[in-house]
């Protein structure tokens, strides 16, 4: 337990160094991650039953060879494509936004280091680093955030393509 609130003590320290934007940045990279998770959880528990049921539909169809036929298994293949692919644009926005609101930050750092020459003069060294801080930290925060989604994110985008190939392959054309 006592681990635990120096661990929130360390955060709440983090942020008030590196600013309000944190929170934001903080926040997308939260709803990045809960969006990841649901996709992975999707491929993993609730494809493979739709998967097989579109497969079984197929395989217990008489007719595999017309043009309706083929019309069908096309349609089944891009509803099970649409379900696949469904969230993974936002996930890849979420990911090219995490480094934006960290330069978000960096502007606002830089505003109050500004600030703090124009009340105080160039003379208080204390309080620019404190404004410098607040321009550096979300900036890294962003960058880390963004890679840490960009590496799961096209991990998850490869794992879909070779869902959605498997799944054709499982179709034959006849």
Request: hydrophobic share 55%.
């Given at each position: 337990m006592l681990y635990l609130i120096e661990?929130?003590?360390?955060?709440?320290?983090?942020?008030?160094?590196?600013?309000?934007?944190?929170?934001?940045?903080?926040?997308?990279?939260?709803f990045m991650w809960v969006l990841m998770i649901e996709r992975y959880w999707y491929l993993t528990s609730v494809f493979p039953k739709i998967r097989k049921k579109i497969v079984?539909?197929?395989?217990a169809r008489k007719?595999?060879?017309?043009?309706?036929a083929h019309r069908i298994r096309d349609a089944w293949i891009s509803e099970a494509s649409v379900g696949l692919s469904a969230r993974m644009l936002l996930i890849k926005t979420l990911v090219a936004m995490c480094p934006l609101i960290g330069l978000l930050g960096t502007v606002t750092g830089m505003i109050s280091v500004f600030e703090t020459m124009a009340t105080q003069g160039t003379g208080n060294a204390?309080?620019?680093a404190a404004g410098?801080?607040?321009?550096?930290?979300p900036t890294m925060a962003g960058m880390v955030a963004a890679?840490?989604?960009?590496f799961f994110s096209s991990r998850l985008e490869a794992k879909v393509k070779i869902a959605k190939e498997k799944l054709v392959d499982s179709l034959p054309h006849h």
């Open positions: 661990l929130w003590e360390s955060v709440r320290d983090f942020i008030a160094t590196g600013g309000d934007v944190l929170y934001v940045v903080a926040a997308a990279l939260f079984d539909d197929w395989d007719d595999t060879t017309s043009w309706y204390r309080l620019m410098i801080s607040m321009a550096t930290i890679l840490s989604g960009v």
